[in-house]
Structures are given as C-alpha cells and as structure tokens.
C-alpha cells in the first residue's frame, strides 16, 4: 500500500516556522514593510501546513470503498482509531489556516511595531500549541502508515489465495508459481504478512496470494496472523489453494489439515477451491499432488488453476 510519510509533530513545527522565515517582503516604510512580511509569514505558515496535512489526509486510502483495506487496517491499527486520528488532523489543518488568517487581518489594521511582533508571536504559539494537541494523531497516522506499508499492492481480477496450516509449503510454492520472493523455513509462522506474486497463465494474468499459516483454532482464536489469511480468503479469493502436507514435516496430521479446510469452506461460502497435496518428493498422496522442491505437478496445477478461473470469469472480490 502506498502511503504517506508522515513527520514527526515537532518536525512539523520547525519545517512551518522555517518556511514563513525565508519569506521577504518590501514596503514604503518601516511599518508598511513589517506588516507585509508578518502577513505573508503567517501565509507561509498556512500554506506549509495545508500541503502538509493535506498530503496526510488523501494520502490514506478511501477505507469506504475497500472492506479489504478496512479490514487489514483494522487487524494492523484499529481501523476506527485511524479514522478519527484523520479526521482529527484535517480538523488541526483548518484551524491552523483559520487562525493565521485571522491574525493576518488583524495585524493588517494594527498601527505599531510593537502590535505587530505580538499578534505574529501570538499566531506562532496557536501554531505550535495546535499541532502539539494534534501530535497523539499526527503520531498514529505515523505509526499506521509504517505499518500499512507490508499490505501488499493488489491488483483487480483472477487471485488465487493460497492458504494452508503453517509450514505445510505454502511460501515455496508460490515462489514455484510466481514471481513472488518470499522466505521459506522449515519452521511454521514463518510468514507473518500477505505476499502477493503474479505469474501469466496463457493471456490471463493471475495474482497469487501467500498467507501466514492458520491452524484448526483459526476461525475462533482469530490472531493478527490468522486473521490476514482468512481476510485474504474472504476478500480476494476468486480461488483457494489449499495445501495439506501429507508428509508429516509440517507437525500437523492430514485429518486435521482437511477438518480446517472443509470449516473454511463452509465458513466463507468458498465453491472454488482447489486441494493440492505438498511435498510429492517425500509423500505422493492421492490427488493433486505438486512438490516444490522437484517441480513435480506443478504444469497440472496451473492447468486445473486456469480451468477454474476460466468456469468464473469476471468475478471480483469485494
Ligand atoms: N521436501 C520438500 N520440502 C518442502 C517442499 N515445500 C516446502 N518444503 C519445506 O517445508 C518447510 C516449510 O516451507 P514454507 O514454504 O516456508 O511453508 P509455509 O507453509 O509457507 O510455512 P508458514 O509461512 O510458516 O506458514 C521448509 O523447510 C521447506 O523447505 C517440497 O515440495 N518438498
Ligand atoms: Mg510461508
């Protein structure tokens, strides 16, 4: 996901004040000429902290228009918190604005130097004491946008979502069948993030879509883990790959690999799906049964990949 970089509060502060102390401006005389550079600092400031904020406030995604990025924005940050925290900040924006215009005008009708320095000094305190009350927000928007960033690109069309119990394969075959770069280990929860790689099945351009393993109490015990995976289940599957590991390496037997996936698939409604047996060079089970280590059926499962994508074309998850 692409996102902002967010400042730091205080960081803010000082690129504002920096901005309204480049600002030069003449006058006929002394007074006229400090008016108009107070003004315009005050405008700096404005403008600065508009662009700024502003660039903050679009730069998150329209949560409304995606259940998936509301839903992974929920499990990263809290989802409802981000809400308020941006709309709290465009909140600091507008005040900022409206109190430096207000000064603006204020110090265009005062008739002392003195006046002057007062109204610009008192401007930058509200400033500065806005932003401080906004910095718990401007902080989580930092912290969210940090985080939000492992949320995979994703692209609209043929996704293949393939899931499993941990260490059953999972990552080594996406890397098998896409160009997905992802971290293999012979130990499980090694993927702790959706990982999306992509791959051309004839004309069609298929995304594929690594998951962090779930185990049997996935739908109840709902970790941040499990959770991404069933979210990427639910929101982007057009197809579910499910690996069972008939080989025993992963740590889980077969019978409780296929009592998940059948939940699964009651669960979320999942016609399309596609069981694929791992691991074919230390098991063969009956079945679809791939090993990522030899290539092994690997022609087949993206043949029977595309025959189910073709049987549903258009569809899209929401
Ligand atoms: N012999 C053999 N080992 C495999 C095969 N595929 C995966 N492995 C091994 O199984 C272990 C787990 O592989 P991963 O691809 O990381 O499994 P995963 O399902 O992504 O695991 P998590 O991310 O932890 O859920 C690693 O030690 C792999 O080398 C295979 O086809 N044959
Ligand atoms: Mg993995």
Redesign the pocket.
Known sequence: MKLPAVKKPDEIVEMLFRAASKVQAGGRDPLSKMKARSIRKLHAISDRADREFSSYVTGFPSFEKSKFEWEIADILVGADRLKISIARVHVAKNRIVTVTNRIAREIAKSGTVQRIHALRDSAYGRVASIISEAAPDIELLADASVKLREVPELQEGDSVVIA?F????????ISRLSNART????Y????TRLIVGHRMIGWRKVQFV?C??LTERALETRNAYERKALLAIRHLAQLLVY?IDPSG??GYGVEEQIQLRDSIIREFDMPRHVTVY?????KKAEGLSV???TGEGMEELLKVVDRQLAAFPGQTGS
Do not use: H, Q, W, Y
């Open positions: 499993g941990p260490n059953v394969g999972k990552s080594m075959l971290r293999v280990e012979a499980p929860f090694t993927t690594d962090p393993g690996v390496s992963c791992s691991k074919a060079d230390l090993s990522s280590l």
